[in-house]
């Protein structure tokens, strides 16, 4: 499933063809939305925004086109008439005198008024969002330290959207990699310096992967990899997707777990359960 930076982008992406653009034709090929495209027609698009994996299209009538892609969902943005060629459904078609913003697959969809947006069961329950620019290190350790969160052990907290939203699988890892982290470890159980260094990295791990369209190594490590000929998803990650390889730092081999359902990847000699030392930082 993509995650923040992945949605962020393709939020870039809509924003450049719909962003102070007048939509002349809007369809909504969904049973109970079919009705509603009239309403977003002739109206201009003020911002493409992102709440953690869902992206708010809004128009100057107030009213806001909710899209949450799923494992499916994918917008595609073109030059029209042109449409793309692919077997996937549909759902949303916005088109302004140039371009098309054109989604794809996903179902969870909803075209929204200023108060229903505020009380959305979804968007209300999450955190703050990592993609947020707002968001600083020292608000995600407040919210590390705080009652709700201080017991919970890092690798399911990690995939908490109520805890921060926009994180995803393999942000998870990554995090927890390069702070040093094991998943079974609660923040209670965490020192100062580490516990900075999960909300530093959360921060910085999600923006270079924005940055960079998905990798989490740092660009000395990647150009070293680059160097080996590493492929392009090899060389994303430094643990996620790489059970039974070297640690880049350590050279154990990386191990796979499952955490909250999905697969945590984790290299027991940089992320210790019990820590005996003050753990040296992967890096990065
Ligand atoms: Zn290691």
Known sequence: MPEGPEIRRAADRVARVLVDQVVEEAKLHLPN???????????????????GKAMLTRFDNGLTLYSHNQLYGRWYTMKRPR??????????????????ALLYSASDIEILTGRQLANHPFLSRIGPDVMDRELTAEHLLARLRSPGFLRRRTGSLFLDQ???????NYLRSEILFVSGVHPARRPSELTTPELRKLSSNAIRLARRSYRTGGLTVPPSLERQLK???????????????????PCHFCGDPVERLTVSGRNLFLCPGCQPRQPDRFPESPGC
Do not use: N, Y
């Open 227 to 245: 160097e080996k000929r590493w492929s392009f998803e090899k060389r994303r990650f430094h643990v996620f997707g790489r059970d039974g390889q």
């Open 162 to 168: 109520a805890f921060l939203a926009g994180i995803g």
């Open 33 to 51: 939305l079919e009705r509603l495209g009239g309403r977003l027609a002739g109206c201009t698009v003020t911002a493409v925004d992102t709440r």
């Open 83 to 100: 449409m793309p060629q692919t077997g996937r459904q549909l759902r949303v078609e916005l088109h302004t005198a140039t371009h098309s």
